[in-house]
Structure formats: structure tokens, C-alpha cells
């Protein structure tokens, strides 16, 4: 059975910092590509980032590039989304999802084959 569980999330101030964790189980973490979405109160479901089997390609969505990293530690089936210089448009529930079909995920939720329950991160200003 897949299951995802995202974990980090919490109160921040402005500027500050989090870590959201992603820990997989279920099938070989390693073939699978991961990525992030969030969805803010009244607002549609947003693309965040995304990192593939390897690791070796990511991709960010333009509103956290530079701000954001997403990584992957297979050894731990887990992966990361690490946030710097937060901003309260920021303030979100952050979900993981995985894709066990291609080397690298899109920016469709729908595309991908494992969702996450959400974890909820607010930025304070």
C-alpha cells in the first residue's frame, strides 16, 4: 500500500524558513519522480516544484524560484521541499505527490500518481 506523509509544516514570520518533509512507502522511491504542489485559502491548486528520479533535474515554479529547493534523499524514501525568505503569500497547505511513470514530473496534479494529505504552512507578516 502507497502512502504518503508530509511533515515540517507550521507558523512562520516573514523571512523565515521551513523544511517540509516527504516520507514515501510503498513502492521503490528511487523510480519514482517527485514534486510539491500548495493550495491557498480561495485559490486554485499551484505547481511548486519538481525533482526527478535522479535528482539531477529540478524545476520550480516561478513565484519560489530562487527561494525554494526541492531535493531527495533515496537512501531515507524521503523527499524535501526546503523554503527560505518566506513571504505570507506563501501561506498554504503544501501536498506531496509522485509519479511512478516518468523520469520527471510535470506541473498538472493530475499527472501525478500519489498525493499527499497536505501539510499547512502559514507565513505571519
Known amino acids: 500500500q502507497v502512502q504518503l506523509g508530509e511533515s515540517g509544516g507550521g507558523l512562520v514570520q516573514a523571512g523565515g524558513s521551513l523544511r517540509l518533509s516527504c516520507a514515501f512507502s510503498g513502492r521503490t522511491f528511487s523510480m519514482l519522480s517527485m514534486g510539491w504542489f500548495r493550495q491557498a485559502p480561495g485559490k486554485e491548486r499551484e505547481f511548486v516544484a519538481a525533482?526527478?528520479?535522479?535528482?539531477?533535474?529540478?524545476n520550480y515554479a516561478d513565484s519560489v524560484k530562487g527561494r525554494f529547493t526541492i531535493s531527495r534523499d533515496d537512501a531515507k524514501n524521503t523527499a524535501y521541499l526546503q523554503m527560505n525568505s518566506l513571504k505570507p503569500e506563501d501561506t498554504a497547505v503544501y501536498y506531496c505527490v509522485a509519479d511512478a511513470t516518468r523520469h520527471f514530473g510535470g506541473s498538472k496534479w493530475l499527472e501525478y500518481d500519489y498525493w499527499g494529505q497536505g501539510t499547512q504552512v502559514t507565513v505571519s507578516s
Open positions: 525533482i526527478s528520479w535522479s535528482g539531477s533535474s529540478t
